[in-house]
């Protein structure tokens, strides 16, 4: 079976995510590092130019997203399961709450509480991160404060009633999800032990989480990824639904950006497109022919002229 290797840099909480996945299924895996900030020629060589962390390549196969990866580690790797008693559809859902609206909170924190953050990583994100305005965010840190802790209110009280995991008794992505933004939080809002310390339920709950590990990791360099995707032929799409709304058709020329930030457009030939997914087929004389893939959910489709 073709490895996975993932691409990613190791303070990333988005990256942490999947890691976390990987420990979850204890699985082995290589770990290309990329730069922090732009430019990421190896990574978007691969990609197109989508430059979020992380992504996962097997083969010729991009994956872009946490989520998408996710769920393709779960096809590949179903056991133990991300989504105990059938979870999937609300796990997925409420990503989009730790993803957006309890992660904001703890960027512009950890933005605007770290006096030190070098000058080009504070000049990449300001355009990154477009949710956020570096202007006013001094005067919005206590607004940003009062909002992260009351979504961590929100996951301490899922768990007043003694249960281990958010579900139950199971860990599942929903967890992960939850867990990314206390683990960022963490390690860049300084203070933030002193109000985690009042919401009890969490605090054996981060430790189960952590406990997962990352799996059984080794070194690869960016060169020998990029090989390792010239090298494997890409398998063919799944084909256009047609019955969707957006009436595009095999092999029309597409263009894929995320709807939140880190707005980038990626360019390619759509091979397939269903309510879960959006895959690309590119070409590039470093990799030849690689397929790049996206959850539906969140990206914007256009077509491209």
């Known amino acids: 079976m073709t490895k996975i290797i993932l691409h990613h840099f190791d303070i990333s909480p988005f990256a942490e995510k999947i890691r976390l996945v990987l420990g979850l299924k204890h699985l082995t895996w290589q770990s290309v590092q990329i730069p922090i900030i732009m430019p990421k020629p190896d990574l978007t060589v691969l990609t197109g130019g989508y430059r979020k962390t992380p992504v996962m390549q097997i083969g010729a196969d991009i994956y872009c997203d946490t989520n998408r990866i996710a769920l393709e580690l779960e096809h590949r790797h179903p056991q133990p399961t991300l989504f105990p008693d059938g979870s999937a559809g609300l796990s997925m859902a409420l ?9 904001n909170h703890g960027a512009g924190l950890s933005m605007g509480l770290n006096t030190e953050i070098p000058k080009p990583i504070l000049a990449d994100r300001k355009a990154f991160f477009n949710f956020m ?10 607004h940003l404060f009062s909002q992260l802790m009351a979504h961590m209110s929100l996951v301490d009280d899922q768990l007043a009633d ?6 139950g008794n199971e860990l599942g992505w929903i967890d992960i999800n ?5 683990w960022m939080s963490q390690n860049n809002i300084p203070g933030i032990e002193d109000h985690l310390k009042h919401l009890t339920n969490i605090t054996d709950w981060d430790s189960r989480i952590a406990e997962l590990g990352h799996g059984q990791r080794s070194e690869l ?3 020998d990824a990029i ?11 799944s084909g256009v639904d047609r019955e969707d709304v957006l009436e595009f058709s095999v092999g029309d020329d597409v263009i894929v950006e995320p709807d939140d930030y880190g707005m ?8 397939t497109l269903n309510r879960h997914e959006i895959s ?4 590039h004389p470093q990799t030849d022919e690689v397929n790049v893939h996206f959850p539906r959910a969140g990206y914007r489709i256009i077509q491209h002229d």
């Open 280 to 283: 690309l087929r590119r070409r």
């Open 221 to 223: 360099d960016a060169k």
């Open 227 to 237: 090989v390792s995707a010239k090298n494997t032929e890409p398998p063919s799409g």
């Open 95 to 103: 990503s989009f709450w730790s993803n957006q609206t309890f992660f």
């Open 178 to 182: 939850a867990y990314f933004v206390l």
């Open 264 to 271: 980038v457009p990626v360019k390619g030939e759509l091979i």
């Open 162 to 167: 003694g249960r281990p995991y958010l579900l």
């Open 133 to 142: 305005d570096f202007d006013k965010l001094p005067d919005e840190l206590p």
